[in-house]
């Protein structure tokens, strides 16, 4: 079973760059579906950027345009890089994996990160 760990999360102002990274052990990731979900309190779990296993990618209509995720294999990490941060991109942002060749932006991961935070402030 692959574990997690992601970083990257800070505060910005809006309109900056973030670059959240996941680092994966256990497992390689190429095994997996692996991406993104945020949570912001009271409101739902949101899935905001996925790799699938075979390479696809699909992103959240909020983000298109602005976030990209990428997997480097030989490091075993996942990354998001966030540009043009908006302040509802506030949450806590959790680095997810499934070990299956697709996972939905609503569907429900078999393993997750801790989290890390990302503020944006207008």
């Known amino acids: 079973q692959v574990q997690l760990k992601d970083s990257g999360g800070g505060s910005v102002q809006a309109g900056g760059s973030l670059r959240l990274s996941c680092a994966a052990s256990?497992?390689?990731?190429?095994?997996?579906?692996m991406g993104w979900f945020r949570q912001t309190p009271g409101k739902e779990r949101e899935g905001v950027a996925l790799i699938h296993r075979m390479g696809a990618t699909t992103y959240a209509d909020s983000v298109q345009g602005r976030f990209t995720i990428s997997v480097d294999n030989d490091a075993n990490t996942l990354y998001l890089q966030m540009h043009a941060l908006r302040p509802e991109d506030t949450a806590m942002y959790y680095c997810?994996?499934?070990?299956?060749?697709?996972?939905?932006?609503?569907?429900?991961?078999?393993?997750w990160g801790q989290g890390t935070q990302v503020t944006v402030s207008s």
């Open positions: 256990g497992d390689t990731v190429d095994k997996y579906s």
């Open positions: 997810v994996a499934a070990r299956r060749s697709f996972l939905p932006l609503e569907g429900e991961p078999d393993t």
